[in-house]
């Protein structure tokens, strides 16, 4: 079993910038797995935000936040973040986090195992 906890979520206004994190704990499935950052707004799919993958940190983006938001990781902390700069109002959702033993960068959220809670990030105009 995997555990992920996100945290970092909060309320800013338009232009601000907010950093989750998502902590991974329980088997050893990082070597060789994917770690995703999803988001869902009221009334709407959850969608991707962005990928890594654990070993060789290789990233992808959704196109509505290339640019302004970044993947990272700490294998040493067992930790991802996303770094959300210039957030917009449309940015508005519950983030989650996600993980799946592949060496690809799934996109789908169908193809994820694992998911944390999720954490609020409310932008403001």
């Known amino acids: 079993q995997v555990q992920l906890v996100e945290s970092g979520g909060g309320l800013v206004q338009a232009g601000a910038s907010l950093r989750l994190s998502c902590a991974a704990s329980g088997a050893r499935v990082f070597s060789s797995s994917a770690l995703g950052w999803f988001r869902q707004a009221p009334g709407k799919e959850r969608e991707f935000v962005a990928v890594?993958?654990?070993?060789?940190?290789?990233?992808n983006y959704a196109d509505s936040v290339t640019g302004r938001f970044t993947i990272s990781r700490d294998n040493a902390k067992n930790t991802v973040y996303l770094q959300m700069n210039s957030l917009k109002p449309e940015d508005t959702a519950v983030y989650y986090c996600?993980?799946?033993?592949?060496?690809?960068?799934?996109?789908?959220?169908?193809?994820?195992?694992?998911w944390g809670q999720g954490t609020q990030v409310t932008v403001s105009s």
């Open positions: 996600a993980a799946v033993r592949t060496l690809r960068r799934p996109v789908n959220k169908d193809e994820y195992d694992y």
């Open positions: 890594i993958t654990w070993s060789g940190g290789s990233t």
